[in-house]
């Protein structure tokens, strides 16, 4: 009977916002897209729309690259 039940749809936290394009300067946003280990989390767990989703992979590797955020969390 579990597996008739169906999920709520996540929505995308930038769309509800209305946030129209993801800046890599706020790494506290940015935070919530990565686990606990360093790595992306994807689409079908953070809830994301894909074009938002693409402007975080693309934000958070440039955040990394200029040092704002960890490549690994230990």
């Given amino acids: 009977m579990a597996r008739d039940r169906r999920r709520k749809r996540k929505v995308c936290s930038f769309c509800v916002d209305k946030i129209d394009h993801v800046d890599y300067k706020d790494v506290g946003r940015l935070r919530r897209f990565i686990s606990e280990r360093g790595k992306l989390l994807p689409r079908r ?6 074009r938002h989703q693409r ?13 704002l955020m960890p490549y690994t969390n230990d």
Avoid: L, Y
Wanted: with cysteine.
């Fill in 55 to 67: 402007q975080v992979t693309k934000a958070v590797k440039r955040a990394r690259n200029i040092a």
């Fill in 45 to 50: 767990i953070t809830g994301n729309c894909a």
